[in-house]
C-alpha cells in the first residue's frame, strides 16, 4: 500500500466543519467571525512517550488527547487538526486500531483531521490541534499562563498522580503487594507451595484506572470553556504538578503556597490506600504519594486561578463540566514557592519536573 492509498484508507473522511479538508495542498478553516484562532502542536515518541508495544487504539487516543488538552488549558474550543505521521512499516491491523482510537476522540469533541504528512522513518506522531476563543470588546477570553494574581485561590482538576504510578508499577519501580493466600484446607491439600496470589479486586480496579490514566487521559476541554470568565489563568499539568505551576508562576510574575497533603488527595489511588490501610494496600509512604502528586506528570489536568470572588462560579463550572476540581493553595505576592504539609508546617521542595533535555 503507498502513502496515498493508506491516507485514503485510514485517515481521509468526509468533511464536516472545514471549509476544505484533506487531499489538497491545504486545509482551509474558517473560524467563527470574532473568535482568534487557539493553535498548539504536540509530538509523541516511541521509547520517550509510549512503549513499543503500545495498543494502537490507546495510542491513537493520547495522541490527540495530549493536543485537546493544550486547547483546554487555554479556554480553546477544539476545531480541527493535523497529523504528521512517520511509520516504520504499513501495518494494516495497527493503522486501522491507531485511527479508531483517533477518531474516537475526536468525534467526542467535534475535532476533524483536515491534513498531515505521511513518512517512512521510526514510529513519531505529531499533532496540530487548532480551536477558537471568542473576543469580547476587543478582549481575548483565552485563559493564558499569565493572568494569576496574589490571593487567588489555586485548583487542580481531576486526579493527579495516578498516571505515574501505573507507569512505575509498569517499570517495576513499584511493586503491588499480592493477597494473602486462602488457607482453606482444599488449598493447603492441592498446594505444596504457596501459590502467588492475585489482588485483591478492588486494588485491580484502582490499578486498571491509573492504568487508564497514563494510557488514555481526559482532556478537560468542557472544563476549559466553562472556565472562560472565571478563571484568571491556567496550564495542562503533563511535566508534573509543581513544575508545571512553576511556569504558571514565572508567566504571572509572584510565588505560591501548595497544601502538598490536600493535594495527595487528587490521586484516585490514595483514596484506596487510606481506606485500605492496615489490610492489602499499596505499599506507599507519604513521601511517595507526595511526590506521585506534585511530580508525576502524564496528567493532562487543568491547573487554574481563580479570585476567592469567584469561588462559586468555580464550583458551578466543575459541576457543568462534570469535572471535580480541588483548591490546593493560593497565590502570592512573594515570588517563589512554599509547600506546606498537613499541619501547615513548612516542607522541603526536592521535586523535580520532566525535562527532555535536563
Ligand atoms: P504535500 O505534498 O502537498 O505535502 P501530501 O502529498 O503530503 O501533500 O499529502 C496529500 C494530502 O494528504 C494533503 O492534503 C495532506 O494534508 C494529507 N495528509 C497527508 N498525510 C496525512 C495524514 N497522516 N493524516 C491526514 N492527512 C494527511
Ligand atoms: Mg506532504
Redesign the pocket.
Known amino acids: 500500500m503507498g502513502?496515498?492509498d493508506?491516507?485514503a484508507r485510514?485517515?481521509?473522511r468526509p468533511t464536516r466543519h472545514a471549509a476544505l479538508?484533506?487531499?489538497?495542498?491545504?486545509?482551509l478553516l474558517q473560524p467563527t467571525p470574532g473568535c482568534q484562532l487557539a493553535i498548539s502542536s504536540d509530538m509523541l515518541v516511541q521509547g520517550r512517550h509510549f512503549f513499543a508495544d503500545v495498543d494502537p487504539r490507546t495510542l491513537g487516543h493520547k495522541a490527540l488527547a495530549v493536543n485537546l488538552s493544550d486547547l483546554a488549558a487555554c479556554g480553546a474550543k477544539p476545531l480541527a487538526f493535523?497529523?504528521?505521521?512517520s511509520l516504520p512499516e504499513v501495518n494494516e491491523p495497527w493503522l486501522e486500531a491507531f485511527a479508531q482510537g483517533l477518531f474516537a476522540l475526536a468525534d467526542a469533541h467535534h475535532c476533524e483531521?483536515?491534513?498531515?504528512?505521511?513518512t517512512a522513518g521510526p514510529l513519531n506522531i505529531c499533532i496540530t490541534v487548532f480551536g477558537e476563543v471568542p473576543v469580547l470588546g476587543g478582549r481575548s477570553l483565552a485563559l493564558l499562563r499569565s493572568g494569576a494574581q496574589p490571593g487567588d485561590d489555586l485548583y487542580v482538576s481531576g486526579t493527579i498522580g495516578d498516571a505515574r504510578l501505573a507507569l512505575d508499577v509498569a517499570l517495576g519501580k513499584l511493586s503491588l503487594p499480592a493477597q494473602a493466600p486462602a488457607t482453606s484446607n482444599a488449598k493447603v491439600m492441592t498446594t505444596n507451595v504457596a501459590a502467588p496470589a492475585p489482588l485483591s479486586d478492588e486494588l485491580i480496579d484502582v490499578m486498571a484506572f491509573a492504568r487508564a490514566r497514563l494510557d488514555t487521559p481526559t482532556p478537560r476541554v468542557a472544563l476549559g470553556l466553562a472556565l472562560r470568565g472565571i478563571a484568571s489563568c491556567a496550564i495542562d499539568v503533563s511535566d508534573g504538578l509543581l513544575g508545571d505551576l512553576g511556569h504558571l508562576l514565572e508567566c504571572s510574575h509572584s510565588g505560591a503556597t501548595v497544601h502538598a497533603d490536600i493535594a495527595i488527595q487528587s490521586i484516585a489511588a490514595y483514596a484506596y490506600y487510606k481506606r485500605a490501610i492496615g489490610q492489602l494496600s499499596i505499599n506507599l509512604s507519604l513521601e511517595n504519594w507526595r511526590t506521585l502528586a506534585l511530580a508525576g506528570g502524564d496528567d493532562y489536568e487543568l491547573l487554574f486561578t481563580a479570585p476567592p470572588s469567584q469561588r462559586d462560579a468555580v464550583q458551578t463550572a466543575a459541576l457543568a463540566s462534570q469535572t471535580p476540581v480541588r483548591c490546593i493553595g493560593h497565590i502570592d505576592a512573594k515570588p517563589g514557592l512554599r509547600l506546606l504539609d498537613a499541619q501547615g508546617q513548612a516542607l522541603p521542595n526536592p521535586y523535580t519536573s520532566f525535562d527532555h533535555f535536563a
Do not use: Q
Open positions: 502513502e496515498f493508506l491516507i485510514f485517515f481521509k479538508g484533506i487531499g489538497d495542498d491545504c486545509a493535523t497529523l504528521a505521521l483531521l483536515i491534513g498531515g504528512d505521511t
